[in-house]
């Protein structure tokens, strides 16, 4: 008769590596299709030393809109072969879109009076501000 405990282990182990740890951290700014990813990001330790940090000032240049970190299979497989001393992350970041800039860059036109006239004109100017500057323009009534 056969002992069941090396089958059990076996698929205990494959189960553990089967999850993927994956967290997300969104700012609110919309994304844009600029998207930067470190597959094996080196951390060590069981994650206890952190990978260094990703620059993104310089890569995107209306700031990040979302950061993902994630354990893959892969990722796993390599943390459980060297025993924790080397667990790598993939690292996705998302930057965010044109015109997302800071609330204090933003153009701001003001209507003069709140008749259709004076929400038109408003209206005309904020186009044209945006056309010029190539920056967001809000518009208040």
Not at 10 to 21: H, I, K, Q, R, S
Not at 84 to 94: A, D, L, S
Request: glycine letters at 6%; one cysteine or more.
């Amino acid at each position: 008769m056969r002992h069941p405990a090396p089958l059990l282990s076996a698929l205990a182990t494959l189960t553990l590596l089967g999850g993927c740890f994956h967290a997300t951290i969104e700012t609110g700014a919309p994304p844009s299709l600029e998207v930067h990813e470190a597959a094996f990001a080196s951390a060590w330790v069981y994650g206890l030393v952190p990978p260094k940090t990703i620059s993104t000032a310089a890569r995107c240049q209306s700031g990040v809109a979302k950061v993902e970190t994630r354990l893959s299979f892969v990722n796993q497989l390599v943390g459980f072969l060297t025993f924790g001393i080397y667990t790598p992350m993939h690292i996705k970041v998302t930057c965010a879109a044109r015109g997302a800039e800071n609330e204090e860059d933003a153009l701001v036109i003001r209507s003069t009076a709140d008749t259709p006239e004076a929400r038109a004109q408003a209206l005309a100017n904020a186009v044209h501000a945006s056309i010029e500057t190539g920056r967001e323009v809000t518009v208040a009534w």
